[in-house]
Each structure stands twice: as structure tokens, then as C-alpha cells.
């Protein structure tokens, strides 16, 4: 469950991480990205560590509101079943290069 949170979290921030201040981005980015505790990313920025978790928990919050009126996370994992179905699909018949290639370019585009 954890893990599952923390990459859903890590999408969010990919995609909707230049409508977060640069605080927010800061301590997402140390949280998340670079795993570190909230003691240690309070020591780093000089203040509490419950400042530093309520300004994750509410970064989380505006980010699954963000997820919730503009669904780009939702959109991005349904591409990708789709691009999942197709390369499924042409590995099991004869497909021209063509074809394979933009399946690899959908990959690339996410």
C-alpha cells in the first residue's frame, strides 16, 4: 500500500509539479524522490518537522485535487494499456515495422 501510494504520489508530482510552489516542490521532491525522513528534511530546511508534514499532507491533498478535476494521471495509465493491448496484439501476428514503431513512439510520448 505504501508503495503503491508513493508512486502514485510520484506521478502527481510529475505531472502537475509546476502548479506547486517551490516549497511544496522542495519538499515533495526530498520526500518522495529522494526518500528522506520529515526529520531530515526539517533539518535541511530549518523548520519543524510537523511543519514539514503538514505541508506534505496538504501538497498531497492539492495534488489529487488537481488529479481529480483534470484526470492526467488517469488519461496516462489508460494510454498505457492500450500501448500495452496493441504491443500484446502485434507480437502475435505479422505486423509491419510501421506499425511497431509508433507503438514505440506512444511508449516515448506516455
Do not use: C, P
Amino acid at each position: 500500500m505504501l508503495l503503491e501510494k508513493t508512486n502514485r504520489m510520484n506521478y502527481l508530482f510529475d505531472f502537475y509539479e509546476k502548479l506547486l510552489t517551490s516549497k511544496q516542490k522542495e519538499y515533495m521532491e526530498l520526500y518522495y524522490i529522494e526518500d528522506y525522513s520529515l526529520g531530515e528534511i526539517s533539518e535541511v530546511s530549518e523548520v519543524s518537522r510537523q511543519a514539514v508534514y503538514d505541508n506534505i499532507k496538504r501538497t498531497e491533498q492539492i495534488l489529487e485535487a488537481y488529479e481529480k478535476n483534470l484526470h492526467l494521471y488517469e488519461k496516462f495509465q489508460q494510454r498505457l494499456e492500450i500501448i500495452n493491448k496493441l504491443e500484446k496484439r502485434a507480437s502475435h501476428e505479422n505486423v509491419d515495422e510501421r506499425m511497431l514503431e509508433w507503438i514505440e513512439q506512444l511508449k516515448e510520448l506516455g
